[in-house]
């Protein structure tokens, strides 16, 4: 990847112009982290990039940033700028093109995302990003006040990088945070959902939701249930928890979910009609909320004499023949009793027993 990188930023040089990767792929090879696409600053413009990669480039332009990929590496390019209006606290509406590296980072959030390398994979440091790095700090560049203000996201990068890197944030960060946090109502909630999806699978998850908590953010981002939250190790079992899906964006398959969390709470998750009509993680998921160890739920689940129809030791053809019927209504009433006779241990899961048992108690009846 960095050889793919390296030689990009040689053919942009080739045309005459200065070009550098910036931002998370630098900042994360020096901590070792893989990234996955590269952020690369240069003073060459969108149409001379387009130039330079022709069909390489993808057509789809951003504020002065377009996207190229080669070899299956995405490469975001972005024109040396200064950002002069912001909308809403977020976008900035107004960019002039410049000619001069320093000023395209002093535009950016943070010091350890300031850090450049160059063609010949010699790391630059303009903003004192690598100290920062080494001290574990998340530190603006510049005024902090002013980073939040132009653009609230960045409260939310903030603790984003905070908990994924382990790192600090300054005093004059959290202070910044403080005074601007009531503006992070004029940014969208998929927005809002991107950032703090990053805080709930990081590694250090417990500590994002601290600082969450620690800065007011819960109460801004109206996740009153924040200290509520009981497990670590499954995002959609946290937003369950948040029980924000009213607000927040979810796919159908999401609110579904969360949806079967919420009626298995109330229920005894170690039941093994509940733990057989729910399954193994919404029961874990819904029982942790009430503190039920998850292996104790799973040796529970395992120990069901089935885990779906299919596991039952007789098939819908067998029990036709037994009762002399066609197929109809009746059949799937006989399944309903046979699942609950076995789950309650009054059935044994063997072909006879439950020939037998329909015989007994369905002969007269269909
Ligand atoms: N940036 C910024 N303000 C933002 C978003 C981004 O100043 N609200 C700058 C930062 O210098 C950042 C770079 O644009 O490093 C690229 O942004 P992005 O790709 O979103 O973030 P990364 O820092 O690369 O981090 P990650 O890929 O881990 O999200």
């Known amino acids: ?28 090879y020096l901590l070792n982290i893989d990234s ?41 390019i972005t024109t040396f700028r200064r950002e002069i209006t912001y909308y809403n606290n977020r976008k900035p509406i107004e960019i002039e093109y410049i000619d001069d590296l320093l000023e395209d980072l002093k535009r950016r959030d943070f010091t350890i995302n300031t850090l450049c390398m160059n063609k010949k994979g010699e790391v630059l440091d303009l903003l004192n990003g690598k100290q920062d790095i080494e001290d574990k700090v998340i530190r603006t560049v510049g005024n902090s006040y002013l980073k939040f203000s132009e653009d609230t996201l960045r409260i ?40 703090l999806d990053k805080i709930f699978t990081s590694k250090y998850v417990k500590r994002g939701i601290s600082l969450l908590q620690e800065l007011g953010l819960d109460k801004e981002l109206e996740l009153t249930k924040l200290s509520q939250v009981t497990i670590y190790d499954d995002l959609i079992g946290i937003w369950a928890i948040l029980d924000v899906s009213d607000r927040y964006p979810f796919t159908v398959n999401e609110k579904e979910l969360m949806r079967k969390i919420h009626e298995a709470i109330p229920l005894n998750n170690l039941d093994p009609q509940v733990l057989y009509q729910y399954g193994l993680y919404v029961n874990s998921i819904a029982g942790s909320t009430k ?16 885990h779906s129809r299919s596991d039952i030791d007789i098939t819908s053809q067998e029990i036709m023949t037994a009762l002399n019927q066609k197929p109809g209504p009746f059949l799937r009433k006989v399944y309903k009793d046979l699942i609950k006779q076995l789950l309650m241990g009054k059935l044994s899961n063997q072909k006879e027993s439950l020939l037998h048992y329909c015989i007994q108690t369905y002969k007269e009846i269909v």
Do not use: C, W
């Open 156 to 195: 939310l990068r903030a603790v984003r990088f905070a908990t994924n890197l382990n790192f600090e944030l300054s005093n004059e960060v959290k202070h910044a945070i403080l005074a601007t946090k009531h503006l992070l109502k004029n940014l969208s909630y998929e927005r809002k959902r991107q950032e």
């Open 36 to 76: 996955s696409d590269i952020d690369v600053t240069t003073n060459a413009t969108p149409m001379d990039i387009k130039a330079i990669f022709q069909e390489a480039a993808l057509p789809h332009e951003d504020y002065g940033s377009i996207t190229v990929m080669i070899k299956n590496v995405r490469f975001e």
């Open 291 to 306: 503190g039920i160890d998850k292996k104790e739920i799973t040796k529970a689940y395992n120990a069901l004499p089935i």
């Open 1 to 28: 990847m960095l050889k793919t990188a390296l030689k990009l930023l040689e053919k942009i040089e080739e045309h005459g112009f200065k070009a550098y990767l910036v931002g998370g792929y630098v900042r994360d």
